[in-house]
């Protein structure tokens, strides 16, 4: 725990990209000391197909993967790049059409901008530079909460603090909340998130002791099961 009693949270999904990214940037607007982390072996995002998904290694920028899918779907681009947008700024253009509009021409947006990954990563940027790992994070310091957003991650994190030798000794909750991996929920899930964390942030004395009430309350309060442990660093 931080000065002053501040506790440091980690936000944990599968690619650090949506569920994770979404409670991170809500906790660290409201002050919190967070961090995210993904547990996957890689990044992995909706493609063309369910069998196609764009794959990505940890580490790389979300910029760089923006611009990456914005490549590989040009429609997505409202001028030809060789017109500066100011030199016609009430018209769009479509690159199916090859004409410029006044009005949407009817053509379907790009799956990447109506299916939300664009505007994720955008809101990603400003968060921080890249999607992390949390199996390569010892070197980030301890945290005092760990939150999950299903089942299999959960597992994957006690997995790994338990491979992880004890020195510290100092205690790490970890809960998962399961919250299903599309953008309505993800934004759902983001404001339980702050209510929990903020609520484990105000308790007085140790928390050890009553943390099975706080669960308690909470899942009764929001119709949610939470599942936690406790591990040491």
Not at 23 to 37: C, N, T
Request: a neutral charge; glycine letters at 8%; proline letters at 6%.
């Amino acid at each position: 725990m931080g000065a002053e009693g501040k506790w440091r949270f980690a936000m944990v999904c599968s690619s650090n990209m949506n569920r994770s990214m979404e409670a991170h940037s809500l906790l660290g607007r409201a002050g919190l000391d967070v961090a995210s982390y993904g547990t996957g072996t890689q990044v992995k995002l909706p493609g063309p197909s369910l069998h196609e998904p764009n794959v990505y290694d940890f580490g790389t920028p979300y910029g760089a993967i923006y611009d990456d899918l914005r490549r590989k779907d040009p429609d997505l681009s409202v001028l030809p790049p060789s017109l500066p947008r100011r030199s016609l700024p009430h018209l769009l253009y479509c690159f199916r059409c090859g004409l410029f509009f006044a009005h949407h021409c009817g053509h379907e947006p790009s799956r990447y901008k109506r299916n939300g990954l664009l505007p994720m990563l955008k809101r990603n940027t400003s968060v921080k530079l890249a999607p992390q790992r949390w199996q390569d994070n010892a070197g980030d310091g301890v945290f005092d909460m760990i939150l999950t957003f299903e089942e299999r991650v959960f597992d994957l994190v006690i997995e790994d603090m338990n491979n992880r030798e004890p020195r510290l000794m100092k205690s790490v909750l970890i809960v998962n909340m399961d919250v299903k991996d599309n953008h309505e929920e993800a934004g759902v899930g983001a404001k339980l998130a702050l209510e929990l964390c903020q609520k484990l942030q105000g308790v007085d004395g140790d928390w050890e002791e009553i943390i099975d009430d706080v669960m308690i309350a909470f899942e009764k309060q929001h119709k949610r099961k939470l599942a936690y442990s406790i591990s040491f660093y």
